[in-house]
Every structure is written in C-alpha cells, then in structure tokens.
C-alpha cells in the first residue's frame, strides 16, 4: 500500500486528503467513489515516508554549510591530484615516444 495525496472539492471548499492505495489510478477511484466523481481537482500524488525534521538553527546552518564545503574541497583537491597524475603520465609517454 502508498500512501496519496490530492485535493477534492467538498461543499464548494478545497481540502488536501490521504489516502491508501496500491496504485495512482486505485487512489483516484477511491476518491471519486468515497467524495463523488467531480470532486477530484487534482490527480493523487504518491507521498514519499520522509521524517519531517525541525528547520536547523543560524548556528547549526553555518556548521552544515562549513562541512559542506569542506567535502567539496576534499574532492576537489583529488581531483585536482588525479589531473596531475595523468598530466605528468602523458608527458611520460610523449617523451618516451620520441625517438
């Protein structure tokens, strides 16, 4: 079973429900049978079970950004290795070319 959501129409008033279904076309059928069939204005989208996490403090942001950006460092200082490794490999092998 996924979990939908959508949004029906009820007594001219616009409400987000959920519901259980085994595919999308499963949860709008349960929607237009359980609201009636012009009730559906939007088509049932699949929600995704994701934890909802209280929004990080200034404090707590910068500390996510700084690590960040030290990954981002990391991986651009080996690949900044790896270019020099293939640089000095191919002057290796120019040199070894010539005769």
Do not use: C, W
């Not at 939908?4 to 085994?22: E, H």
């Not at 595919?23 to 929607?31: K, N, P, Y």
């Not at 012009?38 to 403090?57: G, M, W, Y």
């Amino acid at each position: 079973m996924n979990r939908y959501i959508a949004t029906v129409r009820v007594k001219g008033r616009l409400i987000k429900t959920i519901v259980f279904a085994d595919s999308q076309l499963h949860a709008r059928l349960i929607l237009q049978y359980q609201f009636g069939f012009d009730s559906l204005t939007s088509t049932p989208l699949q929600v995704n079970e994701v934890s909802i996490s209280k929004p990080l403090t200034p404090a707590q942001a910068r500390i996510a950004s700084l690590l960040q950006q030290a990954k981002r460092s990391q991986q651009a200082v080996k690949q900044e290795r790896l270019r020099q490794q293939q640089q000095k490999l191919n002057q290796q092998r120019t040199a070894l070319n010539k005769p």
